[in-house]
């Protein structure tokens, strides 16, 4: 019986300390997929042990016999008092990205190091950065190419008391050399930790891979006045046949009404189908016709919103479970990226289309809640028309005074207007009206340029709003 335990023993501890580092992000051990072994992982294993949920052998199966039992459960319980250190990277790449070295139960950590190794030919490393654990700076003393392929890294705590916890032991900074599909493993190894006593700290290290894939970057405006269009753009695509999508989104500040095709140097994308998941959720799907395929760049749909929040609200406008096909029916890898949008209002230079003499332009906004003040600047082609005064302006006949307005150089002004105290101004009309002078000759023309804007509340937070400029002809 005796026999019978120590083996049983063995066999956990060879697990702890070799079980196998994995290249596509899978841990053994790491039941969860959450990045490190814990007892949650344990528990997990145990279940599958007894038939409560389906077993996952690439995870679970610690020991690799073809099955997830009691052993497997005492295995990576064991394995979850140990130091864990895992390359921590994206799972695909559409351009420059960082790579955390992370660890998990560091303890009394004082200095290590490390080899990083990779396919040049389709990342390369650019720079190390210092790590942080559990707030304590973990520096980089020093890193080096090995060769083309490899880094060693090095780094050093001050002192002589260790740091203990969880965080990152460096950040990686990669840019990309290869092409969409090419991928590099990013393995880790010839680690080594170092405690304050300069006792050596085993561990579990761990590396991952990553793919380069095709950037999809939902694109809405920052600031939004009324219905608009939120394209799901696309670069570079190679052979693109279909793919799907779902965007969420806050029903209660946007909504969306319509969904349309896509377009692709020229190609259009057609819609297959689009619906709602929920009330916060579309999903969309597109194909182009047969086995053809369409290479370059613009968008895979067009969605069209409609605004059901007030003035403030914003809404991430967030693209989840995406999936793109190439002709050969094989996913092309992508990331996948949100964008947010704001209600606000809309400014606008509202000036005569043709001008002959002295004119006024006045600086309208509709429909704002609780203006408090704001600024902006003008610019003008002043060869073609010149400033010659400002005065204040008035919103459904509040008053809204000017502060100030100077010119910042012969073709600029900047205008500031503030109310009274907390006083705020609610509804339409102008903040301000600019005085004009035409310099110029008969058909030049002039934009009258508003920038640089903001507008406050009466609790001094920034209101959302579209600045829009105009154009007059003399």
Do not use: H
């Not at 942080?132 to 700076?137: Q, S």
């Not at 460096?170 to 969409?180: L, P, Q, W």
């Not at 806050?250 to 259009?268: C, E, P």
């Not at 999903?283 to 395929?293: I, M």
Request: net charge negative; glycine share 10%; hydrophobic share 45%.
């Amino acid at each position: 019986m005796k026999t019978k335990y120590m083996i049983y023993c063995a066999l956990i501890a060879l697990a702890v300390f070799s079980a196998p580092a994995s290249a596509d992000d899978n841990i053994v051990g790491d039941v969860n997929n959450d990045g490190r072994i814990t007892k949650a992982d344990s528990l997990l294993a145990l279940q599958m042990s007894v038939g409560s949920i389906a077993p996952d052998l690439e995870r679970a199966d610690v020991n690799g016999d073809g099955r997830v039992n009691s052993l497997d459960a005492l295995m990576i319980l064991a394995m979850v008092q140990k130091t864990q250190v895992r390359v921590n990277a994206p799972e695909v790449v559409s351009g420059a990205f960082d790579v955390t070295i992370d660890i998990y139960n560091g303890v009394d950590l004082d200095s290590g190091q490390f080899d990083l190794s990779f396919d040049s030919s389709v990342v390369n490393v650019t720079g190390v950065y210092d790590g942080n654990i559990d707030g304590a700076t973990v520096p980089v003393d020093s890193w080096s190419f090995a060769d083309a392929d490899t880094i060693r890294v090095l780094f050093n705590l001050p002192g002589t008391t260790g740091v203990s916890g969880s965080g990152q032991i460096t950040k990686i900074s990669f840019e990309i050399t290869g092409a969409v599909k090419d991928t590099s493993v990013l393995d880790i190894s010839d680690g080594l930790l170092v405690d304050s006593k300069s006792n050596e700290t085993s561990a579990l290290w761990n590396d991952c891979d990553v793919a380069i894939g095709v950037p999809v970057t939902v694109n809405a405006p920052e600031v939004a006045t009324g219905a608009f269009n939120a394209t799901i753009e696309i670069e570079n695509v190679v052979s693109m046949n279909g793919g799907q999508f779902d965007l969420s989104f806050d029903s209660s500040v946007v909504n969306v009404v319509d969904v349309y095709d896509g377009s692709i140097d020229g190609t259009a994308v057609p819609l297959l189908n689009w619906s709602f998941m929920d009330s916060d959720t579309i999903r969309v799907l597109f194909k182009l016709a047969g086995a053809d395929g369409v290479s370059g760049s613009g968008y895979v749909a067009n969605i069209g919103f409609e605004m059901t929040g007030s003035q403030g609200d914003s809404c991430v406008l967030d693209i989840s479970n995406g999936n793109l096909a190439d002709i050969g029916a094989d996913e092309i890898p992508a990331t996948w990226t949100d964008d947010e949008v704001s209600i606000g209002v809309p400014v606008t230079v509202n000036a005569p289309e043709v001008v002959s003499g002295a004119f006024d332009a006045t600086v309208d906004i509709e429909n704002v809640v609780d203006m408090n003040g704001g600024q902006f600047d003008l610019s003008f082609d002043s060869s073609v028309v010149n400033v010659t005064g400002v005065s204040a302006g008035s919103i459904d006949g509040t008053a809204v005074p000017l502060v100030d307005w100077r010119f910042m150089d012969a073709d600029t002004i900047r205008v500031l207007f503030k109310l009274s105290g907390v006083n705020g101004a609610s509804g339409s009309g102008s903040v301000a009206t600019i005085e004009f002078a035409v310099t110029g000759s008969s058909g030049d023309t002039s934009v009258l340029d508003i920038s640089d804007g903001t507008l406050s509340d009466i609790n001094a937070d920034e209101i959302p709003a579209v600045w829009i400029d105009d154009e007059v002809t003399v």
